[in-house]
Nanobody, 121 residues
Framework: QVQLVECGGGLVQPGGSLRLLCTPS????????MGWYRQAPGKERELVGI???????GYADSVRGRFAISRDNAENTMYLQMGSLKPEDTAVYYC???????????????WGQGTLVTVSS
């Protein structure tokens, strides 16, 4: 069963940058919309931003201007470039995508396991 794999998390100082990557665990047929979410300790999961298959993006107010989402459709990979990081950006970051595993299947929503980003001095 296909899963999404995130990597790139870690510890970074306030004001620093980090880039996350998300890609399917196995070969797939196609990916539609993709997105990044995050869940801070004691809080609900929230949307960070989304990217459509054609490349259009949308962001939460809290990250707009600091974070940028991009994707490589040839590699079925999505990126989250994070800059000017703040302690309140500390969270587990999850990727999400609508995936078709074959030409005859429908799009199905798939989540990754998450990668921890800690912003601290």
């Amino acid at each position: 069963q296909v899963q999404l794999v995130e990597c790139g998390g870690g510890l970074v100082q306030p004001g620093g940058s980090l880039r996350l990557l998300c890609t399917p665990s196995t070969s797939i047929f196609s990916i539609d919309d993709m997105g990044w979410y995050r869940q801070a300790p004691g809080k609900e999961r929230e949307l960070v931003g989304i990217i459509a298959s054609a490349g259009g993006t949308g962001y939460a107010d809290s990250v707009r201007g600091r974070f940028a989402i991009s994707r490589d459709n040839a590699e079925n990979t999505m990126y989250l470039q994070m800059g000017s990081l703040k302690p309140e950006d500390t969270a587990v970051y999850y990727c999400n995508a609508k995936i078709r595993t074959s030409w005859y299947s429908e799009y199905r929503e798939v989540w990754g396991q998450g990668t921890l980003v800690t912003v601290s001095s």
